[in-house]
Antibody, heavy 121, light 109 residues
Framework: EVHLVESGGGLVKPGGSLRLSCAAS????????MNWVRQAPGKGLEWVSS????????YYADSVKGRFTISRDNAKNSLFLQMNSLRVEDTAVYYC??????????????WGQGTMVTVSS | SSELTQDPAVSVALGQTVRITCQGD??????ASWYQQKPGQAPVLVFY???NRPSGIPDRFSGSSSGNTASLTITGAQAEDEADYYC????????????FGTGTKVTVL
């Protein structure tokens, strides 16, 4: 069965750092681009970052660019998000999600259960 | 960057049909994908592309697209369909990003 399991969330002070991990199983991880999506409490979904299957292409939302770094280890079927200079507004549940598709048709077809990040003094 | 706009809330009587719409310039270039999210749970993909429903998603969920508007239709809504629904597409600004819609709360009466 296909699974994504996030870990690494927690409470951190503004300006601090946190590293999220996402462990994949049940599919050929190295064949898919992967993403981080977040959801602030009571708010909608926000795409954060994506990384291509071979790490050749990496993209970020403007809200996190320069502070967050996405990476992956295909040998370990793992996705990461290094979050630095954290702000109160980064408080959210962070989901990892697999992207599938081609050309003009894309979707996040597999999601993890999410990990909570709270930035507060 | 692109934006996707959805109505904040809609209601539907049990067994009736409801259509959720999503508007944005990126939909002229990319198909929308649709996600259902129930309280405290991760989103679930319910429809994507021109005409694709993931395995396990009931066939009462269908999608369509025209111009800058994508729609998700629930035909014969069930109590368990009460949830938040989000559309998503790639950003057509050429920045290879994704954008989510503002979300629609569906209430089944």
């Amino acid at each position: 069965e296909v699974h994504l399991v996030e870990s690494g969330g927690g409470l951190v002070k503004p300006g601090g750092s946190l590293r999220l991990s996402c462990a994949a199983s049940g599919f050929t991880f190295s064949s898919y681009s992967m993403n981080w999506v977040r959801q602030a409490p009571g708010k909608g979904l926000e795409w954060v970052s994506s990384i291509s299957s071979t790490s050749s292409y990496i993209y970020y939302a403007d809200s996190v660019k320069g502070r967050f770094t996405i990476s992956r280890d295909n040998a370990k079927n793992s996705l990461f998000l290094q979050m630095n200079s954290l702000r109160v507004e980064d408080t959210a549940v962070y989901y990892c999600a697999r992207a599938s598709g081609y050309s003009s048709s894309w979707a996040f077809d597999i999601w993890g259960q999410g990990t909570m990040v709270t930035v507060s003094s | 960057s692109s934006e996707l706009t959805q109505d904040p809330a809609v209601s539907v009587a049990l067994g009736q049909t409801v259509r959720i719409t999503c508007q944005g310039d990126s939909l002229r270039s990319y198909y929308a994908s649709w996600y259902q999210q129930k309280p405290g749970q991760a989103p679930v993909l319910v429809f994507y592309g021109k005409n694709n429903r993931p395995s396990g998603i009931p066939d009462r969920f269908s999608g369509s697209s025209s111009g800058n508007t994508a729609s998700l239709t629930i035909t014969g809504a069930q109590a368990e369909d009460e949830a938040d629904y989000y559309c998503n597409s790639r950003d057509s600004s050429g920045n290879h990003r994704y954008v989510f819609g503002t979300g629609t709360k569906v209430t089944v009466l």
